[in-house]
């Protein structure tokens, strides 16, 4: 079973352009997190989506960042116009559904990168 | 709101002796407790939970965490430290299930150093 699948692990891109991250959970899991890193500042929340429905996106900025998780296909966590700030680890996780004390599964990572 | 804190940015301890990473959280209602380690370059990796039932919890790489409800503590805890156990580790929360979503809240994480 394979487990959470994150590509492309390293992006690189310059100020403006789109940014496209995608995640394939786990076999059977029907639950997703996208979290972001940065060095000092631990992992912080994003978005939690089922599929084809944004349950919490409370961590997530409300402009240039969007994420969905199609009925068929990988997640994708979309930031446009990106900006220096931007540069960070984006991780995506996922879990079966469940009464909350399922773990996560990680992946390992989206490296963005912006010049 | 439900909370994390890692009180400790960085622990440093000699190979051989135990290690001790402490966790401490604010939930309302019985908590589900996780711990997370992410090695350099790497995503998380689930070590162990709390649930319910017994306090002291075992988990993946010989860890262990004792949930203590009064003191609202579960700290990680490993009797034999190893060089490969240095990494980031993460304590998280969740509120017990009550029929809808509940949110988990990650700590900043706790750098372990084990020294040769």
């Known amino acids: ?115 | 709101a439900q909370s994390v804190a890692q009180p400790e940015d960085q622990v440093n301890v000699a190979e051989g002796n135990p290690l001790t990473v402490k966790c401490t959280y604010s939930v309302s209602g019985n908590p589900y407790l996780f711990w997370y380690v992410q090695y350099p370059n790497r995503g998380l990796q689930f070590l162990l939970k709390y649930i319910t039932g017994d306090n002291l919890v075992k988990g993946s790489y010989g860890f262990e965490a004792e949930f203590n409800k009064s003191q609202t503590s579960f700290h990680l805890k490993k009797p034999s430290a190893l060089v490969s156990d240095s990494a980031l580790y993460f304590c998280a929360v969740r509120a017990p299930f009550r029929g809808g979503y509940q949110k988990v809240t990650f700590g900043i994480g706790t750098k372990l150093q084990v020294i040769p």
């Open chain 1, 1 to 115: 079973n394979a487990g959470v699948m994150q590509n492309p692990r390293h992006l690189v891109r310059r100020r403006g352009q789109e940014a496209r991250l995608r995640c394939s959970p786990m076999k059977g899991h029907s639950h997703v997190y996208w979290y972001r890193q940065l060095p000092e500042e631990g992992l912080k929340f994003m978005v939690y989506l089922q599929k084809e429905n944004i349950i919490d996106e409370s961590g997530m900025p409300k402009e240039r960042f969007s994420a969905e998780f199609p009925k068929e296909g990988p997640s994708i966590l979309r930031i446009q116009q990106v900006v220096r700030g931007d540069s960070a680890a984006y991780f995506c996780a996922s879990s079966p559904a469940g009464r909350g004390y399922n773990e996560q599964f990680f992946g390992p990572g989206t490296r963005l990168t912006v010049l």
